[in-house]
Antibody, heavy 122, light 106 residues
Framework: QVELRESGPGLVKPSETLSLTCSVVGGSIRNYYWHWIRQPAGKGLEWIGHFYFSGSTNYNPSLKNRVSMSADTSTSQLSLKLTSLTAADTAVYFC????????????????WGQGTLVTVSS | DIQMTQSPSSLSASVGDRVTITCRASENINSYLNWFQQKPGKAPKLLIYAASTLPSGVPSRFSGSGSGTHFTLTITSLQPEDFATYYCHQSYDTWTFGQGTRVEMK
C-alpha cells in the first residue's frame, strides 16, 4: 500500500521561498506522475502542477513563474518549491500520485498524502 | 483555463435520499472528468474517474454520467458516511476543480 507523507516548515515569512517534501513509502516514484495540489482553509482545490519521474514538469500558469518541482528517485522523495510567498499562498498542500506511464497525464490522482499546512505570515 | 461550475453549492439531505450533483465545464472536456469526496481535515478521495468509472472499493450507490460539458454525480441512497464535500475535476487541460458541493444532514 502506497503512502504519501508531506513535510515542511509550517510557517514561512512573506517574500520567502517555501520548500516542501513528499515522501513516498511502499512504492516507487518511477513511471508515475506526481501532483501537488493546495487548498486554502475553507476553500476549494487548486492544482499547482505535476512532476513526471523522467524530469518533465507542467505547472499551473497562475503559479508558473514561482514554482518548481523535482524528485530524488533514490530516496523516493518529491520536492516542491514556491518562491515570493504572500498570504494568498497560505493553504494545506497535498501531494498525490497520478497516472502510470508517460501517456497518463490525465489520470486522476488515486493516492494522496494527508496534507501539510503552510501559513505565510510575518 | 477551463472553468468547472458545480450546482448546487450545498444541499441538505437525509439518509436514504437520492442525491444528484451537477458539474458543467466551460468547454468540451470529453470524458476527462473525475469526482472526489472530501471530509473535514482529510485528503480528497477519488470517487469516480473518466466520468463514470468507479475505482475498486467505491460503493455502487455512487455513479457518474455525462460527457462534453455536462456531468452528474448521483448517490442513489445516501448513507451516513456520505455527508461530505464533493468536487468535480477536469484533467483535459490545465487541471481545474469545481468549487465543491457540501452535502449536509437535513
Amino acid at each position: 500500500q502506497v503512502e504519501l507523507r508531506e513535510s515542511g516548515p509550517g510557517l514561512v515569512k512573506p517574500s520567502e521561498t517555501l520548500s516542501l517534501t513528499c515522501s513516498v513509502v511502499g512504492g516507487s516514484i518511477r513511471n508515475y506522475y506526481w501532483h501537488w495540489i493546495r487548498q486554502p482553509a475553507g476553500k476549494g482545490l487548486e492544482w499547482i502542477g505535476h512532476f513526471y519521474f523522467s524530469g518533465s514538469t507542467n505547472y499551473n500558469p497562475s503559479l508558473k513563474n514561482r514554482v518548481s518541482m523535482s524528485a530524488d528517485t533514490s530516496t523516493s522523495q518529491l520536492s516542491l518549491k514556491l518562491t515570493s510567498l504572500t498570504a494568498a499562498d497560505t493553504a494545506v498542500y497535498f501531494c498525490a500520485r497520478g497516472g502510470y506511464g508517460s501517456a497518463s497525464y490525465y489520470y486522476a490522482p488515486d493516492y494522496w498524502g494527508q496534507g501539510t499546512l503552510v501559513t505565510v505570515s510575518s | 483555463d477551463i472553468q468547472m461550475t458545480q450546482s448546487p453549492s450545498s444541499l441538505s439531505a437525509s439518509v436514504g435520499d437520492r442525491v444528484t450533483i451537477t458539474c458543467r465545464a466551460s468547454e468540451n472536456i470529453n470524458s476527462y472528468l473525475n469526482w472526489f469526496q472530501q471530509k473535514p481535515g482529510k485528503a480528497p478521495k477519488l470517487l469516480i474517474y473518466a466520468a463514470s468509472t468507479l475505482p475498486s472499493g467505491v460503493p455502487s450507490r455512487f455513479s457518474g454520467s455525462g460527457s462534453g460539458t455536462h456531468f452528474t454525480l448521483t448517490i442513489t441512497s445516501l448513507q451516513p458516511e456520505d455527508f461530505a464535500t464533493y468536487y468535480c475535476h477536469q484533467s483535459y487541460d490545465t487541471w481545474t476543480f469545481g468549487q465543491g458541493t457540501r452535502v449536509e444532514m437535513k
